[in-house]
């Protein structure tokens, strides 16, 4: 019996042994999934806060963009280049960084934290730029002269460029320069916008022409020239850069500085050239220097003239006095007209025929006639035709990228709208004053229309804006914009200005012309324009859109007293600028006539300006983020620049 009683105990000790081991087993697993699924949900809450830092980094980028819709890429992130914040949970905690990535995009790096869990994440946006108002995503005032079918400029006045946004045109900066620069354009755009200067004036930027270009009596060209078709140079024409022409060159008398090139002939007379001549078609040059090289495809024939980096031809050359050093490599036939036609050193070689008079009998043999192969003639890089698609477009644009007859028609009203005239019978003149919605007249003896002048709303070039409407507008009187507003005025037929009459526009306050027929400011006219040609909001102070394509002038400025500013954009008209005190802005037309002694100044804090502005009144489209995918990093590779 008491055998049997220790084999029961025994057993049952077993038994509680192995129960207690299954209980410890069960209690371990326990332990250890409590352990997995809390570091999971750290794991898990990590990646939300990453996610919050995300979402947080989007609103704070957004909130920046609806306040400046037009914001450009680097302000927006260099004023929002961190975000970080926390949740409701415990040590729950995200830090996000914002940065442009080698590819232009926007890049979000959100790390979260919750307790030991960490998560990394990034997601990629592109960044689609808001703009003013236009349908052009550049500005259409961003060049100096624009005739789309031809520009004339004559007189004596200056063309040169400055920035408004300093102060005004020649003012004394602060570092002691003047507020002026050679960023002037002037260009035409179609095939048969040729371009002819005449007069002594000066062009302080470049000038490129889609069709004929013709520089004559003394003008001076501080840039570079170019020509789609021929470039004719008379009357002792001075350019400081390059000037180039996809068909000939042809110059008597004046300065290139730089170099010259051409696709077919070249013939320079009587003028110094700073740098190398090239063309594949004949090379003619008569008298002075020139500094650099000739290479040419066919022949070169110089006469009395001195080349000092040598001449390259596989056509034929020709030589009458003068000097050439460097060398002379030919492939064809070499003629030396005349004693005294030297060659530097004798160095020489040719591969066709020689013809020599002179003092250089042995030309005739070896080592100065060789074999065609021994002859390297460097290649000559063709001169390009400009066109709207090519590289080198600078001030070539489409002529009319605003389509402006179809903008203009679509902001037309079916009602007859009354005319605007302002008297001159008080002592001053009759003095109208526009608001952004309304105007009044403040002095009326004898002007119209009567009553209330209300803006209706309208929409043009994309933009909300207030809109009067008037018919025919003769102003002999005075009219002003109210200080901080934007005035439009639609213009189904004429706008005259002439005598003593005015336009004031104040600071930080613009007027817009929109105009059907034509625009005339006679002599006697003044417009008060501020110094700063842009307001705050990004709109030109005085801007006039015309759909005008009648025969006639479509807008014309002529005397006054006082510089003009004003912004033109008139691709289907002729327009005519007369002035001997001068016109700041910019000017766009189908074709452009400048004269006078008063020059024309380019703004160039125009190249930001359009018709909405940029500010966040409603005007324009805003800029935009454009989700492009995600990107979870692990947090070990953090700072690893990973590809996708």
């Known amino acids: 019996m008491k055998n049997t009683s220790g084999f029961t105990l025994v057993t049952v000790l077993i038994l509680t042994s192995m129960a207690s081991i299954v209980v410890l087993s069960t209690l371990r697993d326990s332990v250890i999934q409590e352990r997995l699924s809390g570091n999971f949900q750290k794991k898990l809450n990590a990646r939300l806060m990453s996610e919050k830092g995300v979402f947080s980094s989007i609103e704070k980028l957004e909130t920046a963009m609806l306040a400046d819709p037009t914001i450009n890429i680097n302000d927006l992130i260099a004023h929002n280049s961190e975000v970080s914040g926390t949740s409701s949970l415990e040590s729950s905690i995200y830090n996000a960084t914002i940065e442009i990535d080698s590819n232009g995009d926007i890049l979000i790096s959100s790390e ?9 994440m990034q997601a990629i946006f592109e960044y689609v730029a808001g703009g003013g108002g236009t349908t052009s995503s550049a500005s259409v005032f961003s060049n100096g002269i624009t005739g789309c079918s ?41 095939d048969s916008g040729d ?14 022409s889609s069709s004929n270009l013709s520089i004559i009596q003394g003008a001076d060209i501080t840039g570079n020239i170019h020509s789609n078709g021929n470039l004719i140079l008379s009357g002792g024409v001075v350019v400081g850069g390059d000037a180039s022409a996809y068909l000939s060159f042809t110059q008597s008398s004046g300065t290139v500085s730089g170099s010259i090139s051409a696709n077919q002939s070249i013939s320079v007379k009587q003028t110094p050239v700073g740098g190398d001549i090239s063309s ?6 008569t008298g002075n220097a020139v500094q650099g090289t000739i290479r040419s495809y066919d022949l070169v024939a110089l006469n009395q003239t001195t080349i000092r980096h040598g001449v390259y031809t596989s056509g034929n050359y020709e030589q009458t006095g003068g000097s050439v050093y460097g060398g002379v490599r030919v492939q064809g036939n070499v003629t030396l007209k005349q004693w005294g036609s030297t060659i530097d050193s004798k160095d020489l070689r040719y591969a066709g025929n020689g013809s020599f008079k002179g003092d250089t009998p042995e030309y005739a043999f070896s080592p100065y006639k060789v074999s065609s192969p021994d002859i390297s003639i460097p290649t000559i890089e063709p001169v390009e ?19 402006i007859a179809t903008a203009i028609d679509s902001v037309s009203v079916n009602t007859t709208s009354p005319d605007l005239f302002i008297n001159n019978n008080s002592s001053a003149g009759d003095l109208l004053e526009l608001e952004t919605n309304e105007a009044n007249f403040l002095v009326d003896f004898g002007s119209t229309p009567d009553g209330d002048i209300n803006a209706q709303a309208a929409t043009f070039l994309d933009s909300a804006t207030q809109m009067f409407y008037f018919d025919d507008v003769t102003i002999k009187g005075r009219m002003q914009v109210k200080s901080n507003h934007n ?3 639609f213009v189904d037929g004429d706008f005259t200005m002439n005598g003593a009459s005015s336009l004031t526009i104040p600071d930080n306050s613009s007027l817009t012309i929109i105009i059907k ?9 003044q417009v008060y324009a501020p110094d700063n040609g842009i307001t705050n909001e990004g709109r030109p102070v005085f801007s006039i859109y015309s759909s005008y394509s009648g025969n006639d002038t479509g807008i014309e400025f002529s005397g006054g007293t006082r510089e003009l500013y004003a912004v033109i954009y008139a691709p289907l008209s002729q327009v005519k600028v007369t002035s001997a005190v001068g016109f700041k802005g910019s000017i766009l037309g189908d074709t452009v006539i400048v004269s006078g002694a008063g020059g024309i100044h380019f703004d160039t804090a125009l190249n930001e300006a359009s018709f909405g502005g940029s500010s966040s009144g409603g005007n324009g489209s805003a800029s935009k983020l454009v989700f492009k995918w995600w990107r979870f990093t692990p947090v070990e590779q953090s700072n690893e620049q990973q590809s996708y």
Not at 112 to 120: A, I, L
Not at 280 to 285: A, L, R
């Open 112 to 120: 979260g934290t919750r307790f030991e869990g960490e998560n990394q």
């Open 150 to 190: 031809g520009v004339a400029i004559s007189g004596s006045g200056l063309i040169d460029s400055y920035d408004s946004s300093l102060g005004d045109y020649n003012d004394t900066l602060a570092d002691g320069n003047k507020n002026t620069s050679e960023e002037s354009f002037v260009n035409t755009v179609n």
């Open 195 to 208: 371009i002819t200067l005449n007069g002594s004036g000066t062009i302080e930027g470049n000038v490129l």
């Open 280 to 285: 594949s078609g004949p090379i003619s040059i």
């Open 385 to 403: 035709k400009i066109t709207p698609e090519s590289e080198n477009n600078r001030g070539l644009t489409a002529c009319d990228p605003l389509d």
């Open 487 to 489: 005035a439009v005025m």
């Open 517 to 525: 027929g034509k625009l005339k400011i006679g002599n006697g006219a």
